[in-house]
Structure formats: C-alpha cells, structure tokens
C-alpha cells in the first residue's frame, strides 16, 4: 500500500490534507467554539508536522521529504498557491470593485510601506541592520510569500529568508485569528471594507481565513486587494523599498 500512495503522491497529498483540513475544523468547533478558525488549526498542524517530518529525515522540506508524503512538495508548491490565490478573484463583483475607489488603492500603498518599515524596524533592533536584510525580513512582514521573493533577488542569507517567512506565518496566523474579533469594531461588514482590509493587511491566506470565520460572501473582496498586495510588494520590495532602506542605512 505504500508503495501504490507513494506512486500516486499527488492524490495521496489531496487525501490527506483533506483529513488534516477536516481534524482542523472538528477541533476548531469542539475546542474553541469556531473562535479559532479551522484555517489557523490547519496552519499550525501543518507546521508541527513540518518539523516532525524535518527531525525524521534530516531534510529541508518538512513532510515532503518523508517518501509516502512526497506529493506534498507538489501540491504546496508555487503552481497550485498561485493557482488557489488567482482563482478567489473569480467570485468578485467588479461593480463593488469601483466603489472602493480611492479607498482601496490607498490601503493598499498604506498596507505595503507599514509592513515594510515595522518589519524592518524589528529586524534592525534584533541587529538585523543592513538593508538587505531588513528588507527581506521587512517584505516578510508584509506576507510570508513577499520575503523570500525580495530576499532571492538582492542575495540575502537562507537564515534571514527563514526569519521572513516566519514572520509573514506568524502575520497570517493573528490576522486569521484576529479579524472575526475586530470585525464588528471596524465595520467589516461589506465589500468595500472587505477590500480595504485585504489591502491593509495584505496577507491573502490570513485575510481570506480570517474572513470566512466572518462572514464567506466577503472572502473574495477581501483576497482579491491582498493578492494586488502580494505582487505590487513582490515589485517593490527588492527595488523601491530596498533602495529607500539602503539611503537610509548607508
């Protein structure tokens, strides 16, 4: 039988992190009454199960490198992410797109130089202090996809690359957890506010969580700025952001 799952890995991966999504949102109703999203339970087993399969094999791609899970490393790859994150575009009204306006464009150029200077303030303060490094720990900051990207293209050290995907995790865990709390306070109620948050909070998996614990029919409003977050950070970060940082720095 393993051998046949191993041979099958992609549909193998599917099968199980469906049991793993399915475990998530049982703990997540008995546990915490659905205050922490099933989502975010998800999140941490895998993470859990990363380091397990990590201190098994030795390895650097957690469960993947475990041969029955070797589909994994597929289906969590770039092609099926970036597939998932376009695809929560097609449920967007484009009327509601144009009533956010101005709104929405400026949560979003908010959103992405906040991340970047908070991030890199933290990082400089743990002795993090040359521009490389603070703008890759800084893009982490805004998602955990922008980091590694910014840290690639300006040659920052796999340790710092790791500390900015941490950050961009740790971010979409607490605006996952976060938002259902904070949602009544700050009117998060419609679409057009919808957009404004994934704008400012820009991490797609933690705004798109955080919302389908709120309300789903916001859900494609509120991934849809974050995805435009992701990208415009992915441009900015080893160019705009990083050039900022390095006059400031010396």
């Known amino acids: 039988?393993?051998?046949?799952?191993?041979?099958?890995?992609?549909?193998?991966?599917?099968?199980?992190?469906?049991?793993?999504?399915?475990?998530?949102?049982?703990?997540?109703?008995?546990?915490?009454?659905?205050?922490?999203?099933?989502?975010?339970?998800?999140?941490?087993?895998?993470?859990?199960?990363a380091w397990i399969g990590g201190m098994m094999t030795g390895g650097s791609r957690g469960l993947a490198d475990v041969p029955l899970f070797t589909g994994i490393g597929l289906m969590g790859g770039a092609m099926l992410r970036d597939l998932a994150i376009v695809s929560t575009a097609y449920g967007v009204d484009m009327r509601e797109i144009r009533k956010a306006g101005a709104a929405g464009v400026s949560a979003l150029a908010l959103g992405i130089v906040v991340s970047f200077a908070v991030g890199a303030a933290i990082?400089?303060?743990?002795?993090?202090?040359?521009a490389v490094s603070m703008a890759t720990i800084g893009g982490g900051a805004a998602t955990y996809i922008v980091g590694p990207v910014t840290g690639t293209a300006l040659g920052a050290s796999s340790e710092v690359i790791a500390l900015s995907v941490?950050?961009?995790?740790?971010?979409?865990?607490?605006?996952?957890?976060?938002?259902?709390?904070?949602?009544?306070?700050?009117g998060l109620n419609n679409p057009k506010s919808a957009m404004a948050y994934?704008?400012?909070?820009?991490?797609?998996?933690?705004?798109?969580?955080?919302?389908?614990?709120?309300?789903?029919?916001?859900?494609p409003y509120g991934a849809m700025t974050a995805t435009f977050f992701t990208g415009?950070?992915?441009?900015?970060?080893?160019?705009?952001?990083?050039?900022?940082?390095?006059?400031?720095?010396?």
């Open 123 to 130: 990082a400089a303060a743990f002795g993090y202090t040359d």
């Open 232 to 250: 415009l950070g992915c441009l900015m970060g080893p160019s705009v952001l990083y050039l900022a940082l390095l006059a400031v720095t010396g």
């Open 1 to 49: 039988m393993v051998e046949v799952l191993a041979r099958n890995g992609l549909v193998f991966a599917f099968l199980f992190v469906g049991g793993v999504m399915w475990l998530s949102y049982q703990l997540s109703d008995r546990l915490t009454a659905g205050r922490l999203h099933g989502s975010a339970v998800a999140i941490i087993i895998g993470l859990i199960l």
């Open 198 to 219: 994934g704008g400012l909070m820009g991490t797609t998996s933690g705004v798109a969580g955080g919302l389908a614990a709120t309300d789903k029919r916001l859900v």
């Open 166 to 186: 941490a950050a961009g995790l740790l971010k979409a865990v607490l605006v996952m957890i976060g938002t259902p709390l904070v949602a009544p306070l700050i």
